[in-house]
């Protein structure tokens, strides 16, 4: 199959770019030996590459050229299958747009094609280029200020039990996460994850429990969980609990007993985030509109939790909009790299900066995701690069500190 890759970059200072001729035609013949064709623009700061072949050669050629220091930012922006080659016969050429006019660039690209096939301008691939000549900078969404090497990392104990000792008769642990606003310092709240009485995964957990008794136990857990919060010094401190919504709908009187759960641990219901999947959302809607009301008018907060990795997106708002939504995993794991998932974290945030709901980004791991993050404007995290979830307390929290260069 005939694969198609676009990526985007940015120079880096080491290549200067007069040098670029040399690399132009040494690339030139490994993509020939490979069946590799394609171009590549150049405007004397960003790169925009279009590399089409057999798959395997594309990706080798791919990898292979991301960890060329010679430029940075790479973001990959589209991959796909096509009939035929759109550059033919050619390993790879040039277009430098500080020595050509845009026009010409354009018209060249249009002409490329075979008798049999030629360059449509509403093709996807040619969109791309022109959208990268009109606006090299913004192609794709380059974000500026993303600069890793800025930021140390520095560790201090947070201000709860590291290990606060269990309750007599608890059935359940958690594993407590806080998320942070890494740069004003401020732990946000603490995400209680509920674990079982060995220290076992939710699943084990819940698989322990009668199916006719499932919701009963999750919402008496969510008193275990607040009680455990209690005992770790949450103060004025939020906590955010995973909350089956069905347990709100089947369990009689579940908010009042949730409430009950809340007064009792001498905490207030504005502390309080119920976080739901959007599927959970999404599959008891009718019935969990009466417990939304329900917890809002009791001043409990709600987020969506694992967003994007469900079926609903971005319609389930117009339903319902939450006072947080988290953003899944799956879309910021190496976010820095990729240009889809740039596009819909963007599209989030804008939404979400409408309805004035709050965007928290979860399983952030390297520092790149997060500086990514950071600049399109999110400013509260949850991941192992700042701290991992512990049993039964709070670890230590890794905050970034901007390294200052000595003049
Ligand atoms: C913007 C840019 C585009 C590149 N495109 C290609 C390419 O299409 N094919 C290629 O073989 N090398 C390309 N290179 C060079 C590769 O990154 C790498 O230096 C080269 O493949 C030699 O790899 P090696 O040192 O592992 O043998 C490119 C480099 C840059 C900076």
């Not at 770019?17 to 004397?44: M, Y």
């Not at 969404?141 to 090497?149: C, D």
């Not at 509109?289 to 708002?317: K, N, V, Y």
């Not at 670890?395 to 970034?400: E, T």
Request: glycine content about 8%; overall charge positive.
């Amino acid at each position: 199959m005939l694969a198609t890759l676009i990526y985007r970059s940015r120079l880096n200072r080491t290549l200067d770019p007069s040098q670029l001729a040399g690399l132009v035609e040494r690339a030139s013949l490994r993509n020939a030996q490979l069946h590799v064709t394609g171009i590549l623009l150049f405007d004397g700061d960003h790169f925009l590459q279009v590399l089409e072949g057999p798959q395997a050669s594309v990706n080798a050629v791919y990898e292979r050229i991301g960890k060329d220091p010679r430029h940075g930012n790479v973001v990959e922006l589209l991959r796909d299958f096509a009939p035929r080659r759109r550059f033919v016969d050619r390993g790879m050429v040039l277009f430098d747009l500080r020595v050509m006019k845009p026009h010409v660039v354009l018209r060249a690209i249009l002409r490329f094609g075979t008798l049999k096939y030629k360059l449509a301008s509403n093709d996807r691939v040619y969109k791309f280029i022109r959208t990268f000549i009109a606006s090299p900078s913004t192609n794709g969404g380059v974000v500026r200020n993303t600069s890793p090497e800025q930021w140390r990392f520095a560790i201090k104990t947070s201000p709860f039990a590291s290990d606060a000792p269990l309750f007599h008769e608890q059935p359940c642990q958690f594993a407590f996460q806080p998320i942070i606003e890494p740069l004003r310092g401020n732990i946000s709240s603490l995400e209680a994850l509920i674990r079982g009485p060995n220290g076992g995964s939710p699943q084990e957990y819940f698989s322990t429990i009668a199916p006719n008794k499932l919701h009963e136990a999750d919402l008496a857990s969510k008193g275990w969980a607040l009680a455990m919060a209690r005992r770790l010094g949450i103060g004025n401190h939020k906590v955010a609990i995973n909350l089956l919504p069905m347990s709100l709908v089947k369990i009689p009187g579940a908010v009042d007993i949730l409430l009950n759960h809340i007064t009792r641990n001498q905490l207030n219901p504005g502390q309080i985030i119920v976080e739901v999947t959007e599927d959970e959302v999404i599959s008891g809607y009718e019935e969990f509109t009466w417990a939304i009301r329900q917890l809002r008018a009791a001043g409990i907060g709600l987020a969506i939790d694992d967003f994007g990795s469900g079926f609903a997106g971005l319609s389930l708002l117009a339903k319902f909009q939450p006072d947080k939504l988290k953003i899944d995993r799956t879309i910021v794991t190496d976010i820095h790299l990729h240009g889809p998932k740039q596009a819909i974290v963007k599209a989030i945030i804008d939404c979400c900066a409408e309805l004035q709901i709050t965007v928290v980004a979860e399983g952030v791991e390297k520092v790149e995701e997060w500086c990514w993050l950071e600049a399109v404007g999110i400013q509260r995290f949850q991941g192992f690069l700042f701290a991992r979830p512990v049993l039964n307390g709070v670890s230590a929290i890794n905050w970034p500190q901007r390294i200052l260069h000595k003049i």
